[in-house]
């Protein structure tokens, strides 16, 4: 496509009056439903998980959201991959939720932290078996010869620990938690007129503690 075809690829935005709870949680687990509940959404709970890493290049990819609490956010993953290694560095971290089909996006800002092995266990024994072989046949983010020998690892794994069996999770496998300080809901509104509130709370430490402060910001 040429410049003067992506320029003109624009629409207008709706009408819809954004409304939120004091909560930034409880709000967002509203628009997380909203967005399940939506055909149009595949994987309402995927997300774009940006870091910095040590070349100082800030790094994204998507990676899906298994939980949601007062705490924070949690996602799993290789403890070796890329991004892991980035949040070993500087575990200050950016969540992006992209929910074009309802004019809304959600940014979480916040500090990344493994959870506990107990946690990890609980979720990859939760996992389709295929997936639990996945996860011991990758190694993520190291360089691949060809596709071939990612499915020889993968068949290795699945002949030593054949469909039924309990397969163990592997140790450089595992969840982590982010603790948000800042939570930003985006509605998309008429005539570029778009609303963003922000809810925010001292983000002194790796911990961010402290009441929300909720504030409106021009789009």
């Known amino acids: 496509m040429n410049r003067e075809e992506i320029q003109s690829m624009r629409r207008s935005y709706s009408e ?23 055909p149009s959404i595949i994987e309402a709970n ?3 998980l940006s870091t910095l890493g040590a070349d100082e290049a800030i790094q994204s990819r998507s990676v899906l959201l298994k939980d949601v609490t007062e705490s924070g956010f949690t996602f799993f993953t290789n403890y070796n ?12 971290v950016t969540l992006l939720f992209p929910w074009y089909a309802m004019e809304r996006q959600v940014i979480v800002q916040g500090f990344a932290a493994k959870v506990s092995q107990e946690e990890s266990d609980a979720y990859f024994q939760s996992r389709p078996w295929s997936s639990q072989i ?58 570029r007129l778009h609303d963003r509130i922000r809810y925010e709370r001292s983000q002194n430490s790796s911990e961010p503690s402290g009441d929300w402060e909720r504030h409106r910001y021009y789009p």
């Open 81 to 92: 991959s890329r991004k892991a290694q980035s949040i070993e560095i500087n575990p200050q």
């Open 46 to 48: 995927a997300m774009v």
């Open 16 to 38: 819809r009056e954004l409304a939120l709870p004091n909560d930034p949680i409880m709000a967002f687990k509203g628009w997380l439903k909203e967005a399940a509940e939506l």
């Open 134 to 191: 996945g996860a011991w046949a990758s190694q993520q983010s190291a360089p691949l010869n060809s596709r071939e020998e990612l499915e020889i690892r993968f068949k290795g794994a699945a002949e030593k620990w054949p469909e039924g069996s309990k397969v163990p999770t592997p140790l450089h496998w595992g969840g982590y938690l982010v603790t948000p300080f800042s939570i930003e809901f985006w509605q998309g509104r008429y005539s």
